[in-house]
């Protein structure tokens, strides 16, 4: 008796199958996408840079050129004649105003930024009764605007006769809950407790381990909140003109507002103003342009790992 066996032909495997929606000429992006995103983008920097150019424009020219020439392009270039003038004018009081403006922004957004970045690594490292509470009042007092906080801040000032002095305005620059939040959550994420525990076990302190390990690593944390703090402080008006009468206290934003409010009356203070309006976003120009390394660094360091 014979047996005939009969092999059945295996199929060979076939994998899936890749849809005609995603080959690689269907994933790029079409033209129409890439020219309305450049389109949007062309539209927002105009809108953010012909300010700048307007502002750098008429405080290049003449007084009488000001209503009589083209508003967006210039005339007699007289920029550095009109800087001249200004620092002249009332024996350097401009100068006073921004240095002031130089110490309320640097020394409050220095000081600030360490606070919030001691109080932010704190709670995020350390378990302690009411760290949930704590966290949940410095949310509160992020969505409180600065300007609500002014009039019971000059009332506590005026109880204790600091007003109209440099601290004043300088202690309450200091407080940044937006700080504390951020430096909470970049901590977390960035700065492993396994290393705090290896620093510790090495006999660092806590305070030594904060400064000389755990800064490294929030330095895109921390430059962000100084970024903020510096921007808020040297922006700050609201705050300065509660608490300040004595003009040489000035910031340069109150003291160009004094100027603004007394151009009908002095005329050649609305060139002073203009001039000075442009030269007190320098200082802002530069602060970014040098820290912009640090938001590089970070982001390529958080790719990495």
């Known amino acids: ?3 005939s066996t009969s092999s059945t032909p ?8 890749t849809p005609a929606s995603a080959s690689p000429r ?3 992006e079409s033209p129409f996408a890439r020219v309305s995103a450049m389109i949007v983008m062309g539209v927002f920097t105009l809108y953010f840079l012909v300010p700048i150019w307007w502002l750098l424009v008429a ?30 004018y009332r024996d350097g009081v401009f100068l006073k105003w921004m240095l002031n403006s130089a110490l309320y922004a640097g020394l409050g957004a220095l000081i600030g930024t360490i606070i919030a970045g001691m109080c932010g690594y704190a ?7 009411g760290r ?9 007092g992020v969505l409180v605007p600065a300007t609500a906080l002014a009039l019971p801040l000059f009332l506590i000032f005026s109880q204790i006769s600091l007003t109209n002095t440099f601290w004043s305005v300088f202690l309450p620059s200091l407080v940044s809950p937006f700080g504390v939040y951020l430096s909470r959550i970049y901590a977390s994420a960035s700065v492993p407790d396994e290393l705090i525990e290896a620093a510790r076990l090495d006999g660092a302190s806590e305070l030594r381990t904060f400064f000389t390990v755990s800064v490294r690593m929030m330095v895109p944390a921390l430059v962000t909140v100084f970024l903020f703090q510096f921007v808020a402080i040297w922006n700050n008006f609201f705050l300065p003109l509660i608490m300040l009468r004595d003009e040489t206290l000035f910031p340069v934003t109150l003291g160009l507002y004094a100027w603004n409010s007394q151009v009908n009356q002095i005329p050649v203070l609305r060139d002073y103003v203009l001039i000075g309006a442009l030269l007190s976003i320098i200082p802002l120009i530069i602060i970014f342009l040098l ?15």
């Open 291 to 305: 820290l912009q390394r640090f938001w590089r660094n970070g982001l390529s360091a958080g790719s990495v790992k």
């Open 1 to 3: 008796m014979s047996t």
């Open 26 to 28: 269907s994933q790029r």
């Open 132 to 140: 949930e509470m704590i966290f949940n009042v410095v949310l509160g």
């Open 123 to 129: 709670l995020s490292k350390y378990e302690f009764p």
């Open 10 to 17: 295996v199929k060979p495997r076939r994998g899936p199958r």
């Open 59 to 88: 405080a290049s020219k003449d007084r009488s050129q000001f209503n009589t020439t083209n508003p967006l392009w210039f005339a007699d270039f007289t920029l550095f004649e009109n800087i001249g003038n200004l620092i002249a």
